[in-house]
């Protein structure tokens, strides 16, 4: 006996709902907002393969926050190792599966056009550029790319002069939109963070000795709620996805 458009309709919505409870939710990665395009274009081809994970973005510190608080997450992607090491006192991811993922450049971005310097050195001009406007950076007591460019700026002779001049940014992709819009003379952020951007450009890359390494580590959260996460993150170590990132302007630590 042929069936009625609601009884139709309602096997339909059987269907459907037998399949969304037998497909995973997928593996959710907490990252750094500094990873974002990067990243997207890696979860993209993780999808070609069949995988599934989607990323949550944000301040490293608001991420372990969430972790802490019991947030859903099955890898975590920090922009700083001091970080990591907090979410691993804190018993929030698992020790054993911690390894650096990318390395990356501090740098010094103003707006397209600006005259290239090379490494910025203790003679480079940089109230000159300025020129009595913001120079644009993360906060350096919280997050690790404000953290990385206070540490070069004191190295080379420069905190105090900019400090009453800094724009606080939420994030080091933040702080090149901040030069994008002229509302900042310069900025300084990680390499990655000029990639694609028209409206800033490379001025200068901060010595590798003026400030702690910039590493990023990855790992598994203390209990994944998805069991491909071991999957995921095999890929994020994978050659497919490394080739992806290292296209985005990072480095292979080590």
Not at 75 to 94: E, G, H, R, Y
Not at 96 to 112: H, K, P, Q, S
Not at 123 to 130: I, P
Not at 157 to 167: D, L, M, S, T
Request: include cysteine; proline fraction near 7%.
């Amino acid at each position: 006996m042929a069936l009625s458009r609601r009884g139709l309709l309602y096997c339909v919505s059987l269907l459907a709902a037998g399949r969304a409870l037998a497909e995973p939710a997928p593996v959710q990665i907490y990252a750094a907002m500094t990873f974002r395009p990067a990243l997207e274009r890696v979860l993209a081809a993780y999808r070609e393969t069949g995988g599934n994970a989607v990323a949550v973005y944000g301040p490293t510190p608001v991420l372990i926050r969430q972790l802490a608080g019991g947030a859903p997450a099955d890898i975590l992607l920090t922009a700083d190792p001091d970080w990591m090491d907090a979410a691993v006192k804190q018993s929030l991811v698992q020790p054993e599966t911690r390894a650096n993922l990318l390395a990356n450049d501090l740098v010094l971005a103003a707006a397209a056009g600006s005259q290239a310097a090379g490494t910025i050195t203790r003679t480079f001009a940089l109230d000159t550029l300025l020129n009595g406007g913001r120079l644009a950076m993360c906060d350096p007591d919280h997050d690790p790319a404000g953290k990385y460019a206070r540490q070069s700026l004191q190295a080379l002779g420069f905190w105090e002069a900019v400090q009453p001049h800094i724009a606080i940014a939420e994030s080091a992709p933040t702080a090149v939109v901040l030069v994008d819009h002229g509302e900042a003379r310069a900025a300084v952020c990680f390499k990655t963070d000029l990639h694609g951007d028209e409206h800033a450009a490379l001025v200068g890359t901060f010595p590798a000795e003026s400030h702690a390494p910039i590493v990023y580590p990855v790992a598994l959260a203390r209990e994944p709620r998805s069991p491909h996460a071991a999957e995921a993150l095999a890929f994020l170590h994978g050659p497919e996805a490394l080739r992806i990132f290292t296209g985005f302007g990072y480095r292979l630590p080590g």
